[in-house]
């Protein structure tokens, strides 16, 4: 559905080029959504404006829906945008038009007549769970609901695409779960392709099929969102899968006993699927003979499973240690001994 | 007993010539409140238009604009009236009465609210005219759905200010003979030596500059959801 061809945006300012985007390729299918991540200034914004060509590319290939985008301009570009609609993290709605306005602009400019028009609004008003608010303007919604407008109004002209840029960096978590929700919904009720862009991991983990990790302009890693979780290559996409499986507070707590040697070794444990479920400690206590001592753990669920974190203390005689390691080994569970400069 | 305070209060005022008066200035100000505002908005939007970073951006054209919109924003009123003499005379015909004060009044005042539009453009948020491109948006839509609608109060409140000069302005065009209540005051009230001619004179152009501040913050209210 989209193919990026050694795609590269390089800005000109006063102390030199800046080269926000540097030489990417990627594919992502129909109907997939699919994630890129990285910190700001990493070229994300950059990466999916060119996507509909708010940013000029300066080198390379962008294809969406079978628009050339790069060549397109006047009257064809205008064509091909209304098939890739956009939602924003400010919302960017008119404060001048009531929610029904607002979702009614973009059939506007499509040239929908009136009648037309209307039906659609009420369906996307329906659609996105805003019933009974279509007079309101958007300075008496709160964040969610403005974003559901947003969403509204970027479905109304029946796009193939969705881009999404930080759609839910303004919101709450709450609001940013609801608004996902609702993303997945689209995605599976309409057979939209979605690309977002996030710094937040949780949103990757929650709703993508697959993932871009970008840094510096380039993407440096990209796969599936559990294979990614699972064998994150890059130091760049550790730090971004620890926001999701890692409470912020596990490497404070931990700190203290990694000092005291004598206690024995802190092993970090990573389950996959269905292993996340199983009583795997209960067998390790008993077959090896250590005792375990639980500091902290978590599951995540991504689209195509869970994925679990556990932090534990081994406890137990030298011989029985190594027994347990390689018993989880077997197990399929990765174990990570923790060291203290770690 | 009202007649008796009037005529020791007010004995020199001529309430069919003040009645008059008034409704001359009303008369200009209003056409060229009408006309001031048309070709400011025009103007207004080529000087956002053409700026840096905007739709039409061209610096040729915005230094052009810009350097017109400052000459005529600095010639003082009373001089630009009669450097446009020859034009007027050209346009009206005359240089005399209320509609030979018009194109005086708007090239006078034009300039000055353009600036004004200008500002109000430039407050348009970029990201809500972005959203209107990736929608697919052409120009005009952005100009007529998006820029203009969304900077209306701005422009509203503008026009207010605008307005208000306008009618002083048309104060002093009543000297050079185009009637209203800046006329009636200099040749009724000061060379004939009638002060209470000058003071009715000045309380019905405070009453219009009211009238007007008021209309237009009741627009700008009604049209601000932010």
């Known amino acids: 559905m989209i193919t990026l061809n050694r795609l590269s945006k390089v800005f000109q300012a006063k102390s030199g080029n800046i080269t926000a985007v540097d030489d990417v390729n990627l594919s992502i299918n129909k109907g997939e959504i699919f994630g890129i991540i990285g910190y700001s200034g990493a070229g994300k914004s950059t990466l999916i404006r060119m996507l509909n060509m708010l940013e000029r590319p300066s080198q390379g290939q962008v294809t969406v829906a079978d628009w050339n985008m790069s060549k397109l301009s006047g009257r064809s570009l205008r064509e091909a945008r209304q098939e890739i609609s956009m939602i924003f993290q400010h919302f960017n709605l008119l404060w001048s038009r009531t929610v029904k306005e607002n979702i009614a602009f973009p059939l506007e400019i499509a040239g929908v007549p009136k009648k037309k028009r209307m039906e659609r609004v009420q369906e996307l008003i329906e659609l996105v769970g805003l019933h009974g608010r279509g007079e309101a303007y958007p300075s008496q919604l709160s964040g969610g609901q403005k974003q559901r407008v947003g969403i509204a109004r970027a479905l109304a002209n029946n796009p193939k695409v969705l881009l999404c840029d930080e759609a839910t960096s303004a919101l709450d978590p709450k609001t940013t779960d609801s608004i996902l929700d609702l993303l997945t919904d689209i995605n599976k009720k309409l057979g939209l392709t979605i690309v977002l862009i996030t710094h937040e991991m949780h949103v990757i983990r929650k709703i993508c099929h697959r993932v871009a990790v970008m840094d510096d302009g380039k993407v440096v890693e990209q796969g599936k969102v559990l294979d990614v979780f699972r064998h994150p290559k890059q130091d760049m996409t550790k730090e971004f899968v620890k926001q999701v499986t890692e409470p912020e507070e596990t490497m404070e707590a931990i700190e203290g006993l990694l000092e005291d040697r004598d206690m024995g070794p802190v092993v970090k444990l990573m389950f996959l699927g269905e292993d996340a479920e199983q009583p795997v400690m209960t067998e390790l206590i008993q077959t090896c003979g250590v005792s375990v001592n639980i500091l902290q753990g978590k599951v995540s669920k991504t689209r195509d499973g869970s994925y679990g974190t556990l932090f534990v203390q081994l406890q137990g005689e030298k011989k029985n240690l190594d027994k347990a390691l390689l018993f989880l080994e077997d197990h399929r569970i990765e174990a990570e001994v923790l060291n203290h400069d770690k | 007993m009202i007649n008796n305070l009037q005529e020791e209060l007010l004995p020199n005022v001529n309430w069919e010539n003040m009645w008059e008066a008034t409704l001359e200035t009303a008369y200009m100000s209003a056409l060229a409140v009408a006309a001031t505002f048309i070709i400011g908005i025009f103007l207004g939007l080529i000087l956002y238009l053409t700026d840096k970073g905007n739709l039409w951006q061209n610096k040729t054209i915005h230094a052009i604009a810009a350097a017109l919109v400052n000459i005529f924003r600095s010639i003082p ?79 509203i409140s503008g026009i207010t200010v605008t307005s208000i000069a306008l009618v002083s302005y048309t104060a002093m065009a009543g000297v050079i003979g185009a009637g209203g209540l800046g006329d009636l005051a200099f040749r009724e009230g000061y060379q004939r030596s009638n002060p209470d001619v000058t003071f009715m004179a000045t309380v019905a152009i405070l009453i219009i500059v009211f009238i007007l501040q008021w209309i237009g913050d009741w627009i700008t209210y009604k049209l601000d959801k932010r």
């Not at chain 2, 009206?92 to 609210?113: K, N």
């Not at chain 2, 500002?119 to 491109?133: F, M, N, P, S, T």
């Open chain 2, 77 to 155: 009123f009373i001089i630009l009236i009669i450097l446009l003499v020859p034009f007027t005379t050209f346009i009206v015909g005359t240089m005399l009465g209320p509609s030979a004060a018009l194109p005086a009044l708007v090239i006078g005042a034009a300039p000055f609210y353009a600036r004004m539009v200008e500002i109000g453009l430039r407050e348009v948020d970029k990201g809500v005219i972005e959203a209107a491109q990736s929608m697919g948006a052409n120009q005009w839509h952005i100009i007529f759905k998006v820029l203009l609608p969304e900077s209306m109060p701005a422009l």
